[in-house]
């Protein structure tokens, strides 16, 4: 019996060591455990001192956030007046014996900036490029067995400013350890088209490339299945040769009956499972994510998806998650793209770098029109330490590898090869952007080609056309010069509606529009001491407001852009406007214009740095999207005496009707182009009541109440139950209310917070540009009556409690439940 046992047992560890060894590719989150150091040295052999400080923490980390805001940082303000520095990363890590025969890779998705690796003290190599990802081979130089591994990362963020917005410091983004065979699938080795699109059918291109690291030649099967819903859709098997040492490319074409087309309000994804076979053994499997879709630019109807026109509605947005910083998380980027849905907006443009890959991934599975952006510079620098530093030796190189990375998501339509150029004013970003053009032309020909131009001729936003004189030394060479598919450029909103004289052979897309200034909750008033009104962009912060405050009504902007309201409206008139990309969805850290300190992060956002929107998400909201909308602003707390503009978006209805205390203050329409209506209000404590209507017929009814003094606090998370991963997050919104539940606007008391169970507080904000308090602490002062603190979870599971109370007011507190459900 025991010797029956015993060769059961030997089975059972023969099998499993036969099934590990023929284990296909994994793909390890290898972000846990690693130890940093933040120091002044730059040589390797710092690591080894005695006298070195080291904290354990898991990645993506950004440093600069934890540091203190000072406008003496070298990155400056406009850099987010936060440290920079030199960082060092390391982590131990084992690879077993019985994987000796296996490849190891590192892929970093991004570490800002400079970074070098070595792995168990191999010079593995440097990267630049703060924004784009990368892959070194590991395995001629591991240990196997028990012997540990140890690899090293020095991150160099010193010499600034390298950025025209904060950056973030540190590896960022986040870090994998891929295992495969010696034979397999390349990193971003698969392209997928779909040339042809009808009802009936889809063709599908697939193109793989494999590698053979083996000794001898191979002879392989390559098996693609493509997937509908984890269903099998259609199949197809190729026998291949592939020499020793060598790579294969491999073109194969699948054809789909039905399809379902990825589109902004459903879309549609299929997946492409490629399996590579040696000897009928299973040697490894890729995965691509795809979509099947139609579109292009027309000159006359703008933007065909799937043959239907649709306005691009679009942002422009930074890397920067607030309070987090630049560290990526999956959870807050899709909080952000979730506000902005609900707003309307259908497009994103990542300005002006290569995103985080979860962004895409995100924007593949909600739906939005992504303008995918490369450089903010080619030769010619814009910062001292900035990417023209290295632009001869590495831009081919990152151009490739971010075509290489994002050519297969069904989200991305254009790629931008540059924003603001310097060289656009002369033939030589002429022929830069050739080169460029034919970089993105090698590894993809489905999308359109464009840069974030400046206006076409300095016209100082003239209604007029453009007549490009190449005598005068403000005419933009590159405008004119026919390389780019798809005309795009900044601001200039005036010209729009010239573009069909001005560009009759090129499509037109408004690559970054607007640049409106706000503060939210704050509101210029008329009244015998406040005679400012409307206020200026440079008044706003140098002549009428000491505290760094904007008026929330739409109407200060910059001198090179223009309201929200006054580009919208050009943007909807015509069908071959294709669509528009505000500056910005969302506020961001540096960039405070007009770069008064202490600003530390700017005004253009039509939601603020916490996520909280300001009072123009709802024009748009009741412009871009179809449910029924009233917003009416500001607040209804104002000295007596006080004449107060009262504005209202909505949607869906005919009128609007105002009261106070339920005395009609008359009813208003939209006349011709107008965006809002409005009266004008002495105040009198009390109630605004507003009624929209329709054919007669309420839609919505609006109510805002004069708040009575500050007495509660109230926490609202946006999700109750998040999983205990370590990684989510809960979002949680806190409100300073007065006894009968009113929101209390002015509010500015400091929130303290503390927290039990399985979570930690790992940011809080409230939105203001200049608060110069660290987003790690544990309180907050409200800001115009919110702030925000953000949960992450821990491995176990359990129920959270944040508890919040401040001085005066009665204390809250609210349960987050940890479930992997």
């Not at 973030?168 to 350890?177: D, F, Q, T």
Request: glycine share 6%.
């Amino acid at each position: 019996m025991k010797a029956k046992l015993l060769w059961y047992f030997l089975i059972l560890i023969l099998t499993f060591g036969c099934n590990k060894s023929q284990e296909t590719r994994t793909v390890e989150n290898f972000n846990s455990n690693w130890l940093f150091s933040l120091e002044a040295k730059k040589d390797s052999s710092y690591l080894e001192q005695t006298d070195a400080v080291w904290c354990q923490l898991n990645l993506p980390h950004d440093w600069s956030i934890e540091g203190d805001f000072n406008e003496n940082h070298p990155a400056t303000y406009n850099g987010g007046a936060l440290p920079g520095g030199i960082g060092w990363y390391k982590k131990t890590f084992k690879v077993e014996e019985i994987d000796k025969l296996k490849e190891f890779y590192i892929d970093f998705d991004g570490v800002y900036m400079n970074s070098e690796v070595w792995i168990n003290d191999h010079y593995l190599g440097k990267r630049p490029n703060g924004y784009i990802g990368f892959r070194y081979n590991l395995t001629p130089y591991l240990n196997f067995g028990e012997k540990e591994n140890e690899i090293k990362v020095k991150v160099d963020n010193s010499q600034q400013p390298n950025s025209r917005w904060y950056s973030g410091s540190g590896i960022y983004r986040n870090v994998w350890l891929v295992k495969t065979d010696k034979l397999h699938i390349n990193n971003w080795g698969t392209y997928v088209t779909t040339p042809i699109v009808t009802v009936d059918s889809a063709t599908v291109n697939i193109e793989t490339s494999i590698v053979n690291n083996y000794n001898e030649t191979k002879n392989i099967v390559l098996k693609t299945t493509v997937l509908f819903n984890n269903e099998k859709i259609t199949e197809n098997s190729n026998h291949l040769n592939i020499t020793t040492k060598n790579e294969l490319t491999f073109s194969e074409e699948l054809k789909i009956n039905s399809p379902k087309l990825w589109s902004v309000e459903n879309p549609q994804l299929y997946t492409a499972l490629s399996e590579v076979y040696i000897d009928n053994q299973l040697v490894d499997t890729y995965k691509t994510p795809f979509g099947i879709r139609t579109f292009k630019f027309d000159l006359y109807k703008g933007f065909l998806l799937n043959n239907k026109s649709v306005k691009i509605k679009g942002v422009c947005n930074h890397h920067d998650l607030g309070a987090l910083g630049t560290a990526i998380n999956t959870r807050a980027l899709e909080r952000q793209l979730e506000i902005l849905k609900e707003m309307g907006v259908n497009g994103i443009r990542t300005a002006h770098n290569p995103p985080a890959p979860e962004l895409l991934d995100l924007c593949d599975k909600m739906g939005f029109i992504v303008m995918d952006e490369s450089f903010d510079v080619w030769n010619n620098a814009k910062a001292k330490y900035d990417y023209a530093i290295t632009w001869k030796e590495w831009h081919k190189k990152d151009l490739e590898d971010f075509i290489k990375r994002d050519r297969n998501h069904p989200s991305v339509f254009i790629w931008s090869i540059g924003n603001e150029i310097q060289e656009q004013w002369n033939e030589q970003g002429v022929e830069t952007a050739k080169e460029l053009k034919a970089i993105v032309r090698n590894l993809d020909t489905t999308r359109l080609i464009t840069a974030g131009m400046n206006p076409p001729v300095n016209m100082d936003n003239q209604d007029v056309t453009i007549q490009f004189d190449k005598a005068n030394v403000n005419y933009n060479a590159l405008a004119a010069s026919g390389v780019l598919d798809l005309i795009g450029y900044n601001y200039a909103h005036k010209t729009f509606e010239y573009h069909p004289q001005n560009f009759p052979n090129t499509p037109f897309i408004a690559t970054e529009t607007t640049s409106g200034l706000q503060t939210r909750g704050y509101y210029d008033q008329k009244s015998d001491t406040l005679k400012r009104w409307p206020v200026r962009w440079d008044i706003a912060f140098t002549g009428g407001n000491p505290d760094n405050t904007v008026s929330s009504y739409d109407q200060v902007s910059t001198p090179w852009g223009s309201t929200h309201e006054e580009t919208w409206k050009v943007i909807k008139k015509h069908d071959y406007l294709s669509g528009m990309f505000i500056w910005t969805g969302f506020d961001y850290l540096g960039e405070p214009t007009p770069y008064v300190w202490p600003s530390r992060s700017s005004y253009f956002g039509v939601i603020d740095l916490a996520g909280f929107p300001k009072d123009v998400y709802y024009m748009y909201q009741s412009e871009w999207t179809d449910k029924p909308v009233l917003h009416v602003f500001p607040h209804w707390n104002w000295k007596v005496g006080n004449d107060v503009d009262i504005w209202a978006y909505y949607s869906q209805a005919d009128e609007v009707e105002l009261f106070l205390n339920n005395e009609s203050l008359g009813i208003k329409k939209k006349e011709g182009d107008e965006l809002h209506v409005m009266w004008r209000v002495p105040f009198k404590k009390g109630v605004l009541k507003a009624i929209s209507r329709k054919d007669g017929k309420v839609v919505l009814v609006k109510e805002i109440k004069t708040a009575e003094e500050a007495s509660q606090i109230s926490l609202n998370a946006d999700r109750n139950t998040i999983k205990p991963d370590g990684v989510d997050l809960s979002f949680i919104t806190v409100s300073v209310l007065d006894k009968n539940g009113t929101m209390v606007p002015n509010a500015m008391n400091n929130i303290e917070f503390t927290i039990d169970g399985p979570g930690k507080i790992v940011g809080v904000d409230n939105g203001d540009p200049t608060s110069h308090a660290s987003f790690k602490a544990s309180n907050r002062n409200a800001f115009y009556g919110k702030c925000l603190v953000i949960v992450q979870s821990l491995n176990s599971d359990g129920i959270i409690k944040l508890s919040a109370n401040s001085q005066g007011l009665e204390e809250s507190s609210i349960n987050i439940s940890l479930n992997n459900n």
